[in-house]
């Protein structure tokens, strides 16, 4: 194929899956494009099966020299690139089976606010304190950068802070309002997320948003961050808030990890869980499990009793927490989403059944 040729197809597929409302394209040797829509993957049948060529010609249509050699380097890596200053997409190309794979995550130009993404309006309040720890957890593409980049950008239009963000790549260009912010792309601005945010305690920052906390140098680092006057936001692929502190203790020597409970329990604002579920109506919509720390909750993470917060969450609504089954429920007595969907997505479906009040009418297969 011509050069030509190569980046007139990539670039109708970009606009197609826009266009789509997808959220992910897939380029994988021996299938047809692929779109992800609403959670589902959809072959582009239309288009001819991918042949190793092709694959390759998209990467190297995507990649420069310098990225190029990073990726025959280390077998995969990770950037962002913009559609025409259109579209912005977050892009990991890599090796399988000997063979170029490409995976391309559409990153949205308008940037929503919680209302708009059905996210609860406290999760705002995180947002006012001048120093912490706010995490916003969940599987992959479950919208965590969305929601963090709603708070990043309420920040921007209500505050006059400087807000440093550290990115793997960079994903939502915020446009500066009362905020300097200045947008950090580990690989191309900063060689690793630890020496970005060492270097994000001398640069006079307010607020410092973490696109991922992926080893125990950074954590510990955000850690010190958050108890030195900076309100840190951050991600971690874990599933509830339980589980967030206890991987986050777990990444640490076992001599440390009583010191690191301490520190957690100071510095701790809160943690948001969410998973996107199909709405009945077409898209998805977040069910979410929201902590906020209080007493209760900080002496059993300083006691290591972190099995217990389930119950906290559940018996403190009054303070403004869900568990994720309430949250579930909710949705589901709202009629946006299905009984399926939200059994899927259960902790506890008994107790999702009791919540809704239906008990035994409901019949579900297990």
């Given at each position: 194929?011509s050069?030509?040729?190569?980046?007139q197809?990539i670039?109708?597929?970009l606009?197609?899956?826009?266009?789509q409302?997808?959220?992910?394209?897939?380029?994988?040797?021996?299938?047809h494009?692929?779109?992800?829509?609403?959670?589902?993957l959809?072959?582009?049948?239309?288009?001819?099966?991918?042949?190793?060529e092709?694959?390759?010609?998209?990467?190297?249509?995507?990649?420069?020299?310098?990225?190029?050699e990073?990726?025959?380097?280390?077998?995969?890596?990770d950037?962002?690139?913009n559609?025409e200053?259109?579209?912005?997409f977050?892009?990991?190309?890599f090796?399988?089976?000997?063979?170029?794979?490409?995976?391309?995550?559409?990153?949205?130009?308008?940037?929503?606010?919680?209302?708009e993404?059905s996210?609860?309006?406290?999760?705002?309040?995180?947002a006012?304190f001048?120093?912490?720890?706010?995490?916003v957890?969940g599987?992959?593409?479950?919208?965590?950068?969305?929601?963090?980049?709603?708070l990043?950008?309420?920040?921007?239009?209500?505050?006059?802070?400087?807000?440093l963000?550290?990115?793997d790549?960079?994903?939502y260009?915020?446009?500066?309002?009362?905020?300097?912010?200045?947008?950090?792309?580990i690989g191309?601005?900063?060689?690793?997320f630890?020496?970005a945010?060492?270097a994000?305690?001398?640069?006079?920052?307010?607020?410092?948003?973490?696109?991922?906390?992926?080893d125990?140098?950074t954590?510990?680092?955000?850690?010190?961050?958050?108890?030195t006057?900076?309100?840190?936001?951050?991600?971690?692929?874990?599933?509830?808030?339980?589980?967030?502190?206890?991987r986050?203790?777990?990444?640490?020597?076992?001599?440390?990890?009583?010191?690191?409970?301490?520190?957690?329990?100071?510095?701790?604002?809160?943690?948001?869980?969410?998973?996107?579920?199909?709405?009945?109506?077409g898209?998805?919509?977040?069910?979410?499990?929201?902590?906020i720390?209080?007493?209760?909750?900080?002496?059993?993470?300083?006691?290591?009793k972190t099995?217990?917060i389930d119950t906290v969450?559940?018996?403190?609504?009054?303070e403004?927490m869900?568990?994720?089954?309430?949250?579930?429920?909710?949705?589901?007595?709202?009629?946006?989403?299905?009984?399926?969907?939200?059994m899927?997505y259960?902790?506890?479906?008994?107790?999702?059944r009791?919540?809704?009040?239906?008990?035994?009418?409901?019949?579900?297969?297990?």
């Amino acid at each position: 194929m011509s050069s030509l040729h190569v980046e007139q197809r990539i670039k109708n597929l970009l606009r197609l899956g826009a266009q789509q409302n997808a959220s992910d394209l897939h380029f994988a040797v021996g299938r047809h494009p692929t779109l992800r829509i609403d959670g589902k993957l959809i072959p582009l049948e239309q288009e001819a099966v991918l042949v190793p060529e092709d694959t390759k010609a998209f990467a190297d249509f995507f990649m420069n020299s310098n990225t190029k050699e990073k990726f025959i380097a280390d077998g995969e890596i990770d950037f962002s690139y913009n559609l025409e200053d259109k579209i912005r997409f977050r892009t990991n190309v890599f090796y399988q089976r000997g063979h170029v794979g490409i995976v391309m995550r559409i990153i949205n130009t308008k940037i929503k606010s919680l209302d708009e993404l059905s996210v609860p309006q406290l999760v705002y309040e995180f947002a006012n304190f001048s120093q912490g720890l706010f995490l916003v957890t969940g599987p992959v593409g479950h919208g965590k950068s969305t929601t963090l980049a709603a708070l990043i950008d309420y920040i921007n239009h209500n505050k006059k802070q400087h807000i440093l963000t550290i990115e793997d790549p960079v994903e939502y260009m915020y446009e500066q309002d009362l905020c300097i912010i200045n947008q950090r792309e580990i690989g191309q601005d900063s060689q690793n997320f630890p020496n970005a945010l060492r270097a994000a305690l001398r640069e006079d920052s307010n607020v410092i948003l973490i696109g991922e906390m992926r080893d125990h140098e950074t954590i510990r680092t955000a850690i010190t961050a958050a108890e030195t006057g900076h309100l840190i936001f951050a991600t971690l692929h874990t599933n509830d808030a339980a589980q967030t502190i206890d991987r986050i203790v777990d990444t640490f020597p076992s001599h440390q990890q009583n010191q690191i409970r301490s520190q957690l329990a100071n510095v701790l604002l809160g943690v948001m869980s969410q998973r996107l579920i199909p709405h009945t109506n077409g898209g998805r919509i977040p069910a979410v499990e929201i902590m906020i720390k209080n007493h209760a909750v900080e002496n059993l993470i300083r006691e290591d009793k972190t099995y217990q917060i389930d119950t906290v969450i559940e018996t403190s609504q009054k303070e403004g927490m869900i568990s994720l089954d309430r949250s579930l429920a909710e949705l589901l007595q709202a009629g946006d989403i299905t009984l399926d969907h939200a059994m899927t997505y259960a902790k506890n479906r008994d107790y999702v059944r009791m919540l809704v009040g239906r008990g035994e009418q409901i019949q579900i297969e297990e």
